[in-house]
């Protein structure tokens, strides 16, 4: 058990350490907003990775057929977030990271529920998933537990991925003039737009 824990955690953590959009927004709501809603933003991707893992690992055929088949929309719809979202972040002013107001709980709720929903709508994980499901032969009946040690180590995995990167970006920020900050928040805009683009074209080339 502690095996398949190691390998849920494992997956989880370089899944969740892969570039992407989802990493450029948490790096910047980190800078911008503060380290809870960096924290948040990463507990929504890592909330989505233990749903696919879930569904991958527990069997549940078919939703990963529907979810696989329903893959071009999705990542239109997600890409098309996207674009909108890095264009509102290149528009907008940043604010100097120290003179930002402390968080508020519903925007501590959007940061959570939008990462969620961002994460959600890119079910290729989920192949990745599949693919340890049936590596470690889970997803075929049998124990109930042993799908569940890998949902945890993926949540877990996901999670360690968020913490680092937000604590990092958090010691980071003490050292960066509002300039900087400005310019990194400016940089990130770009890459989340650019990177959505490429996921709508992505989904209509396949």
Known sequence: MFSLLLKGFALG????ASPGPIFFLCLRRTLTQGRLTGLLSGFGVATADGF???IATFGVAALTTAFVAGRRPL???????????G???LMERAQPAREASAPTGR????AYVSTLGLTITNPATIVSFAALAATLGLGTGGSFLRP???VLG???GSAAWWCVLVVATSVLRARLTPVVIRWI???SGLAIAVLGILAVLSAFSG
């Open 13 to 16: 953590f370089a899944i969740a």
């Open 52 to 54: 696919y893992a879930a």
């Open 87 to 89: 264009a509102r972040i």
């Open 185 to 187: 928040s400016t940089v």
């Open 148 to 150: 569940a040690v890998v």
């Open 107 to 110: 925007g501590l709720a959007w």
């Open 75 to 85: 990542a239109v719809g997600g890409g098309a977030v996207l674009v909108l979202l």
């Open 154 to 156: 993926v949540l877990l």
